[in-house]
């Protein structure tokens, strides 16, 4: 818990000691409306399965998510928060169908006939779990069910205009529709065309709230953390920059909240893979005798129908480092081979199984810092 301004608020790590197995709930035993849910796979290695689950069918479930069609969840690993029990464990809710689907199982060998026989309607994915998603079932295993997604939703990261196109072009009659969201939260503002063409090209993703949404903490520009106000959490801490703007847009709305990322970029997704600020830090401090300064820019680059991650890396290097021949390339090297990306693979092993581009590595004189040292950040050209 966190006081600021005399008033006391929720982080994520409060809610460990809240979480259990859903093997373990019981009708009677605890509450919806105080637990958190922590989705086991229970899997014995055998092949994916879909699941007949009970819904909660609600107007602003329908106005959101549409989940009375067959739906296709797509996450990192088999886990769900506060919005998936809800659904749940309701029940009263009426049945429908969900396939929920890991990055382990979508690499089974019978995931796309899987996918084929569910025949989902509407996905519910992040950006960069979709776009595995994608590239690992290219060609003839998406297009058997990919023309009749009517819906796609992405919460997470902002996507690039390069993914974007990329879902239009693989879903053609899939309506994308962007959310911002927490898994503790569930949604907590949602898209407007009239704002993205408004802000279009900015570094930021504009969103209407759709739950009360409060700043913590802002600069001089209104910027600060991200609070969302709800009756299970009260006020909660989502570890978000954004600002808010009271103005008055075409759809209805009269607030616009500005979502700039994590605080500080502490983590950045890129093409299934999880930069955590930490152990860039931990790299970097063996190159400590190397590089006197760096800074990162991380990108995903659409070609030939498959999106890369690509990372550039603007140094300062050290007297030593300028004695050197191919500094860049002895810098690259060990950003290579140390840099851990997912739980199992280094950077170098998402290059040599074609996810990621080689570091490029920029040598300058100094480097300029406004503020708070950001070390890294997402670029979304």
Same mark, same amino acid.
């Given at each position: 818990?966190?006081?600021?301004?005399?008033?006391?608020?929720?982080?994520?790590?409060?809610?460990?000691?809240?979480?259990?197995?859903?093997?373990? $709930?019981?009708?009677?035993?605890?509450?919806?409306?105080?637990?958190?849910?922590?989705?086991?796979?229970?899997?014995?290695?055998?092949?994916?399965?879909?699941?007949?689950?009970?819904?909660?069918?609600?107007?602003?479930?329908?106005?959101?998510?549409?989940?009375?069609?067959?739906?296709?969840?797509?996450?990192?690993?088999?886990?769900?928060?506060?919005?998936?029990?809800?659904?749940?464990?309701?029940?009263?809710?009426?049945?429908? *169908?969900?396939?929920?689907?890991?990055?382990?199982?979508?690499?089974?060998?019978?995931?796309?006939?899987?996918?084929?026989?569910?025949?989902?309607?509407?996905?519910?994915?992040?950006?960069?779990?979709?776009?595995?998603?994608?590239?690992?079932?290219?060609?003839?295993?998406?297009?058997?069910?990919?023309?009749?997604?009517?819906?796609?939703?992405?919460?997470?990261?902002?996507?690039?205009?390069?993914?974007?196109?990329?879902?239009?072009?693989?879903?053609?009659?899939?309506?994308?529709?962007? *959310?911002?969201?927490?898994?503790?939260?569930?949604?907590?503002?949602?898209?407007?065309?009239?704002?993205?063409?408004? $802000?279009?090209?900015?570094?930021?993703?504009?969103?209407?709230?759709?739950?009360?949404?409060?700043?913590?903490?802002?600069?001089?520009?209104?910027?600060?953390?991200?609070?969302?106000?709800?009756?299970?959490?009260?006020?909660?801490?989502?570890?978000?920059?954004?600002?808010?703007?009271?103005?008055?847009?075409?759809?209805?709305?009269?607030?616009?909240?500005?979502?700039?990322? *994590?605080?500080? $970029?502490?983590?950045?997704?890129?093409?299934?893979?999880?930069?955590?600020?930490?152990?860039?830090?931990?790299?970097?401090?063996?190159?400590?005798?190397?590089?006197?300064?760096?800074?990162?820019?991380?990108?995903?680059?659409?070609?030939?129908?498959?999106?890369?991650?690509?990372?550039?890396?603007?140094?300062?290097?050290?007297?030593?480092?300028?004695?050197?021949?191919?500094?860049?390339?002895? %810098?690259?090297?060990?950003?290579?081979?140390?840099?851990?990306?997912?739980?199992?693979?280094?950077?170098?092993?998402?290059?040599?199984?074609?996810?990621?581009?080689?570091?490029?590595?920029?040598?300058?004189?100094?480097?300029?810092?406004?503020?708070?040292?950001?070390?890294?950040?997402? %670029?979304?050209?």
């Amino acid at each position: 818990m966190k006081t600021i301004d005399g008033t006391l608020y929720t982080e994520r790590k409060d809610l460990q000691t809240k979480m259990f197995g859903i093997e373990c $709930y019981a009708p009677g035993e605890k509450t919806v409306e105080n637990l958190f849910v922590r989705m086991t796979s229970g899997t014995t290695g055998g092949s994916p399965a879909t699941a007949l689950l009970r819904f909660i069918l609600n107007k602003a479930a329908l106005a959101f998510y549409e989940y009375a069609k067959p739906l296709l969840v797509i996450n990192a690993r088999n886990s769900t928060g506060l919005l998936w029990a809800q659904i749940i464990l309701n029940q009263y809710a009426k049945p429908t *169908r969900i396939l929920f689907l890991n990055k382990k199982d979508i690499e089974h060998p019978l995931i796309s006939s899987v996918i084929a026989d569910f025949q989902p309607r509407v996905i519910h994915s992040v950006v960069h779990i979709l776009n595995f998603f994608i590239d690992k079932l290219h060609g003839k295993k998406v297009s058997a069910f990919s023309k009749k997604i009517t819906k796609i939703h992405i919460s997470g990261e902002p996507p690039t205009q390069a993914f974007l196109k990329k879902l239009a072009r693989i879903f053609p009659k899939g309506k994308i529709e962007l *959310r911002y969201a927490a898994n503790e939260l569930g949604t907590i503002a949602i898209d407007c065309p009239y704002l993205a063409k408004r $802000y279009r090209g900015e570094a930021f993703q504009a969103y209407h709230p759709v739950n009360p949404v409060s700043i913590v903490a802002s600069n001089q520009n209104g910027v600060g953390e991200i609070a969302v106000f709800s009756p299970t959490l009260d006020h909660y801490l989502t570890g978000d920059a954004g600002k808010i703007i009271k103005e008055k847009c075409r759809c209805g709305s009269t607030e616009t909240l500005l979502l700039y990322g *994590r605080m500080n $970029y502490d983590i950045i997704n890129c093409v299934g893979a999880t930069f955590h600020i930490a152990e860039v830090e931990r790299v970097f401090s063996l190159l400590r005798k190397y590089v006197a300064d760096y800074y990162l820019e991380i990108r995903e680059i659409f070609e030939e129908g498959k999106t890369l991650g690509s990372m550039t890396v603007k140094a300062v290097p050290t007297v030593k480092l300028q004695g050197m021949q191919d500094g860049e390339a002895f %810098v690259s090297e060990c950003i290579q081979k140390h840099l851990q990306l997912t739980k199992t693979r280094r950077l170098n092993d998402l290059i040599d199984a074609g996810i990621f581009l080689s570091p490029s590595i920029l040598f300058v004189p100094s480097l300029l810092w406004p503020g708070k040292k950001i070390r890294m950040r997402k %670029v979304n050209d």
